[in-house]
């Protein structure tokens, strides 16, 4: 019941059949739907009006719309930009834009889109004016003032002097520092690359930009998504809707099970069946990684090689003492001794069979020797 578009295919319909009455009842059918954000459907009725019946009762839509409190600023730039293309009347437009900018101060997107008609229309003065305006008030966030002080430079670089370019490129430099888009020692060179691009022309390589660290702020709006579009998106998907339309969040595409993959390290010197994936191995875990690579190669050690079974099997043999006994501050203390002493070796039967043995043959040769 709430597509916007099977309601404005079905307007356009019944225009190219000249009812017009049945389209007014249309678009009147689609602003009377509650929890709809009504702004798209007035700028297209806007135009249908405008195509049909003249600028007058598209203005008689646009009095309406400014009277909806659920109306956003696109209804102001729609009828403002139709007056100025349509009627040829600047004044009018300018006068919606400024209505516009009463009640959307703290709206980025509607500032620059009255920015970009007052260049079209070669009014500098005015156009200082509101940047001025705009940039010195608390109306607007410094994160989403980013884009319009990008406008300010790229307005001074084309029509103003050397002064006012470096005059506006301090003032922007406070912000993009406060925001947190440039740090550094590299910092004012990043700031000297925005006043020397052109569009998408850059007057450095991008490894080098990247070795400065430099952070394009310009690249969400060469993409159409100003900071404040993107906050309204954001706000937008709160309700999973925006101007009636689903918004897809990018959140919720799908993803691989990270907790199901299999750990992989690429290896030159691969043998089939060495592991499940080829062309590589099983990683050691990151604290054996680490030791591993401040260890020297295999190919140093020369000897002496210890039997590792052997080994194991003596400390497995080995009881310490239940209470830990006192060494002393001497490192070389002769209490070491006495350690050495209380540790018990467990061996086997025959090992104590021979130990016996020996034992009593030298007794027996000691004996013999004495007599």
């Known amino acids: 019941k709430s597509c916007m578009l099977l309601y404005f295919s079905h307007a356009d319909f019944e225009e190219q059949n000249m009812k017009y009455d049945k389209v007014h009842s249309i678009y009147e059918k689609l602003l009377g739907i509650e929890g709809l954000d009504p702004t798209l459907c007035y700028v297209q009725y806007l135009k249908f009006c405008r195509r049909a019946e003249g600028i007058k009762s598209a203005r008689v839509v646009f009095k309406k719309a400014r009277e909806d409190p659920r109306s956003n600023f696109h209804v102001y730039v729609a009828a403002a930009l139709m007056e100025y293309y349509c009627s040829k009347d600047k004044s009018v437009a300018f006068k919606i834009f400024e209505l516009g900018l009463k009640k959307f101060s703290n709206s980025a997107e509607f500032i620059l889109a009255y920015?970009?008609?007052?260049?079209?229309?070669?009014?500098?003065?005015?156009?200082?004016?509101?940047?001025?305006?705009?940039?010195?008030?608390?109306?607007?966030?410094?994160?989403?003032?980013?884009?319009?002080?990008?406008?300010?430079?790229?307005?001074?670089?084309?029509?103003?002097?050397?002064?006012?370019?470096?005059?506006?490129?301090?003032?922007?430099?406070?912000?993009?520092?406060?925001?947190?888009?440039?740090?550094?020692?590299?910092?004012?060179?990043?700031?000297?690359?925005?006043?020397?691009?052109?569009?998408?022309?850059?007057?450095?390589?991008?490894?080098?930009?990247?070795?400065?660290?430099?952070?394009?702020?310009?690249?969400?709006?060469?993409?159409?998504?100003?900071?404040?579009?993107?906050?309204?998106?954001?706000?937008?998907?709160?309700?999973?809707?925006?101007?009636?339309?689903?918004?897809?969040?990018?959140?919720?595409?799908?993803k691989p099970d990270f907790s199901q993959m299999v750990p992989f390290k690429p290896k030159v010197n691969w043998r089939p069946g060495e592991f499940m994936v080829p062309g590589g191995s099983f990683p050691l875990p990151p604290s054996a990684a680490e030791l591993a690579t401040v260890l020297p190669p295999p190919n140093c050690f020369k000897g002496p090689f210890v039997n590792v079974d052997k080994l194991c099997e003596i400390f497995d043999k080995i009881r310490l003492p239940d209470t830990a006994m006192s060494v002393g501050s001497e490192p070389n203390s002769i209490k070491l001794f006495d350690i050495a002493k209380s540790v018990q070796w467990i061996v086997g039967a025959e090992d104590s069979r021979k130990r016996k043995s020996m034992g009593r043959g030298d007794d027996s040769d000691e004996d013999s020797n004495v007599s």
């Open 115 to 254: 920015l970009d008609y007052l260049s079209h229309l070669n009014e500098d003065n005015n156009t200082r004016v509101l940047f001025e305006r705009v940039l010195t008030g608390n109306s607007i966030k410094q994160e989403e003032s980013v884009d319009i002080w990008n406008k300010f430079l790229e307005f001074e670089s084309n029509i103003g002097d050397l002064a006012s370019v470096i005059k506006v490129e301090k003032r922007r430099a406070t912000i993009m520092e406060e925001v947190g888009l440039t740090s550094g020692d590299d910092k004012t060179t990043c700031q000297v690359i925005d006043r020397y691009r052109f569009m998408t022309l850059l007057p450095l390589g991008e490894q080098e930009l990247k070795s400065i660290g430099y952070h394009d702020s310009y690249r969400k709006e060469q993409a159409g998504l100003g900071a404040a579009h993107v906050s309204s998106i954001n706000q937008s998907k709160l309700a999973g809707k925006m101007n009636g339309a689903t918004v897809v969040e990018v959140d919720n595409t799908a």
